[in-house]
């Protein structure tokens, strides 16, 4: 049973940074390309991040590159994300999950199951 168990969130203010982690369960996580992705209240959840079953090709929203990083550590079944000046659009509740298509123009969730994410709240 898959299941990606997301932390590391918090209340913030402009301009600081948060580390989020997600530990996944239940398939074999150095075969999968991992992203990172968020949901902010009334509009649909956009992929922010992303990164390769080996740990390259990190890749990044333009709202967020420059800013943020993506990292995982296949020896813990884990990936990070690292968020540096934080702004106030950075506000979302964040999900990681496996991806599919990192080489097309399609890049898409693999997994049905979400888990609980982790509320990221920046504010002065």
């Known amino acids: 049973q898959v299941q990606l168990v997301q932390s590391g969130g918090g209340l913030v203010q402009p301009g600081e940074s948060l580390r989020l982690s997600c530990v996944t369960y239940?398939?074999?996580?150095?075969?999968?390309?991992m992203g990172w992705y968020r949901q902010a209240p009334g509009k649909e959840r956009e992929l922010v991040a992303y990164i390769d079953n080996i740990g390259g090709e990190p890749t990044y929203a333009d709202s967020v590159k420059g800013r943020f990083t993506i990292s995982r550590d296949n020896a813990e079944n884990a990936v990070s994300l690292q968020m540096n000046s934080l702004k106030l659009e950075d506000t979302a509740v964040y999900y990681c999950n496996a991806v599919v298509g990192i080489r097309t123009a399609w890049v898409r969730p693999w997994f049905s199951a979400w888990g609980q994410g982790t509320q990221v709240t920046v504010s002065s």
């Open positions: 239940g398939f074999i996580f150095s075969r999968y390309d």
